[in-house]
């Protein structure tokens, strides 16, 4: 990922866009055509089944009346025919829409395997003002423009962004509630307005506990106007303490099913790339790409899967019920076991692999014929390899010899059951781990 620039010019703007929102300079609107015109109520766009026009690189769009441009990045091996989630990365500011996609659009890129479409927006004056709506309006028209050429999942519109990039993603949840499923709001505060704000979106909100440039009580109060809206219970999450070196991720309880909301605090300053144990950001080493990847893709699409065979055209067999009850057994006087030697299997692949990291995944098998009631993976990682992230486990150690035991929600496997934690790590993903193993409990 590249590096983000140039903070210091960023610093003294911030100071600038918080007067004047304070003076309600920037809190555009936008009326209600513009925002009907991406709201549908199928999950497959019109551009599903067309041959495309569009390809990946810079577009040019006339929007509002002034020509804005934006950067399209097209899986590898787009099939037309499948509706791919679409993800929208806003730049900071004096960043640009070429800083976003060279850093792989916050690093969601290298971990989405081909399954998301991504635009990076370009802002007036490297920043999203969003005067009288305009910003808002690039997002509609940009979404229209994609979405009547390609494949894209209606139910599957995200935003996310960085300092004034959060601004905007932010934005974009108040005043387009039902186009986006979800979005991360990264060390933001409400500099490009907020009109609506009132409906629920899933939200996922990160800061430093120490920001500089846009206090962190900026984020709470973001955070909160989705608290509310989502109807989850109030509550105070715990933050870290300046110099823990630590993040402290807390989903609220009690949301609308279907809408969390998330709250991600770092000892840190105003950056996007915070790295545990480190008081130095690193793109590569951070969690935040992890840990917003596993936010996005947590929500299922309301479009079925694709089938590889086309269903029977007659109706399968029936038989009639049995004529007598079948036979019943006591129940056991003593519990059963709860595992089988040897029943827990583990089993590694790589999923994706970049310059200088890669994800991984490992699925954990019960092959017996009783329950396993927790589980733990062990595996040696090659010289040279570290996680930065890790999901679905709890994992004790980050290179060499590491351990990953079952989180709270995973750890009960019923026979023939199966689950699966992945990883972010850095080094060289060619070389798999060795000495991979299970054991229960």
């Known amino acids: 990922m590249a590096k983000r620039t140039p903070l210091l010019s960023s610093i003294a703007a911030a100071a600038v866009l918080l007067a004047a929102v304070a003076g309600g300079a920037l809190n555009g609107g936008l009326g209600e055509t513009a925002q009907a015109s991406t709201n549908g109520t199928l999950a497959a766009t019109a551009g599903c089944g067309k041959a495309p026009t569009l390809s990946s690189g810079t577009r040019t769009i006339s929007s509002g009346g002034q020509n804005r441009s934006y950067i399209l990045r097209i899986p590898d091996g787009y099939d037309r025919n499948r509706p791919y989630r679409l993800i929208f990365g806003f730049h900071w500011l004096n960043g640009s829409a070429n800083n976003v996609a060279s850093a792989g659009y916050y690093g969601l890129l290298p971990l989405s395997n081909n399954s998301t479409i991504f635009v990076a927006p370009q802002g007036i004056d490297n920043g999203w003002a969003n005067t009288n709506g305009r910003d808002l309006t690039l997002f509609d028209d940009i979404s229209r423009q994609v979405e009547n050429d390609l494949c894209v999942d209606s139910s599957q519109r995200f935003a996310l962004g960085w300092s004034y990039g959060g601004a905007m993603s932010y934005a974009v949840a108040c005043a387009r509630p039902t186009v986006v499923r979800a979005v991360t709001v990264i060390s933001g505060a409400n500099l490009s307005g907020c009109n609506g704000g009132t409906q629920p979106v899933a939200y996922f909100g990160i800061h430093g506990i120490y920001d500089s440039v846009l206090n962190i009580s900026a984020g709470r109060s973001l955070r909160d106007t989705f608290v509310r809206n989502n109807g989850c219970t109030a509550q105070s999450p715990r933050e870290p303490s300046r110099g823990s070196l630590t993040h402290i991720t807390t989903t609220y309880s009690g949301c609308r099913e279907g809408y969390p909301v998330q709250w991600a605090a770092f000892d840190g300053d105003h950056t996007p790339s915070p790295v545990d144990g480190s008081s130095s950001p690193n793109d590569s080493r951070t969690w935040t790409s992890g840990e917003i990847w596993r936010f996005f893709s947590q929500f299922a699409s309301t479009t079925p899967p694709p089938t590889t065979t086309p269903p029977p055209t007659t109706a399968p067999p029936t038989t009639a019920p049995p004529t007598t009850p079948p036979p019943t057994t006591p129940p056991p006087t003593t519990p ?16 994706n692999t970049w310059p200088g990291g890669y994800q991984a995944e490992v699925t954990v098998a019960n092959n017996g014929a009783t329950t396993l009631n927790g589980w733990t993976v062990r595996l040696t990682l090659a010289s ?6 890790l999901w679905n486990g709890v994992n004790t150690g980050t290179s060499g010899s590491v351990s990953v035991r079952n989180a709270a929600y995973n750890g009960t496997l019923g026979a023939n059951a199966s689950t699966t934690f992945g990883f972010t790590a850095t080094g060289n993903g060619a070389t798999a781990p060795s000495g991979v193993s299970c054991t229960s409990p």
Do not use: D, L, M, W
Not at 336 to 351: D, I, K, L, M
């Open 336 to 351: 059963p076991p709860t595992g089988e030697p040897g029943a827990c299997t583990a089993t590694y692949r790589t999923v």
């Open 384 to 389: 040279g390899q570290a996680i930065s992230s």
